[in-house]
Structure formats: structure tokens, C-alpha cells
């Protein structure tokens, strides 16, 4: 394995494991008050793009990486989401 990939492969750990923790808390508390939904619809859809260019270079470190963000902030955002469009309705 060169340097380069080494290097691929830490910042894929890394930014992966940086979101176990918001994930585990959402999921645990289901509170998302302080989270942008606009900012996670862009985000998740940011890394959904990353994770195909990924698979089209053929890079696994990239394709790893995303994978594992790309269901965390699905997980957050479903979680905002449905958090959202309940208080929505609960209010009329």
C-alpha cells in the first residue's frame, strides 16, 4: 500500500467515525433541534455524489468512506425530518 492510499484510508476513518457520535445521539434522544435540515438534505446529498465518483474512480478508501457517512446522515436527516414534519403537524 503507497502513502497516498495510507493517507486515504486514515482520512476515511476518521470523517466516518466523526459522525458515529452525532448519529448515536440522535438516534438515542431523538433530539434534533439544533441540526439544519437544509443543511443536512445538502450534505447527504453532497456525499451521495462523493460515494458515486468513488465508485466510477475505483477508489476504495473514497467509496468506504462515504458509504459509512452517506447512512449516518441518512440517519440524521430521516431522524430531523420526521421530527419536523410532526411538530408541523401537531401544531393545527
Given at each position: 500500500m503507497d502513502h497516498i492510499t495510507l493517507l486515504g484510508y486514515i482520512a476515511a476513518i476518521l470523517t466516518s467515525l466523526s459522525f458515529i457520535p452525532q448519529a448515536w445521539l440522535v438516534i438515542r434522544t431523538g433530539r434534533t433541534d439544533g441540526i439544519s435540515?437544509?443543511?443536512?438534505?445538502?450534505?447527504?446529498?453532497?456525499?451521495?455524489?462523493?460515494?458515486?465518483?468513488?465508485?466510477?474512480?475505483?477508489?476504495?478508501p473514497v467509496v468506504a468512506a462515504n458509504a459509512v457517512t452517506l447512512t449516518l446522515a441518512?440517519?440524521?436527516?430521516?431522524?430531523?425530518?420526521?421530527e419536523r414534519w410532526a411538530s408541523r403537524n401537531a401544531i393545527r
Open positions: 435540515l437544509l443543511m443536512y438534505a445538502a450534505f447527504t446529498l453532497g456525499v451521495a455524489c462523493w460515494l458515486i465518483y468513488g465508485l466510477f474512480i475505483q477508489a476504495f441518512v440517519i440524521i436527516f430521516t431522524v430531523t425530518a420526521r
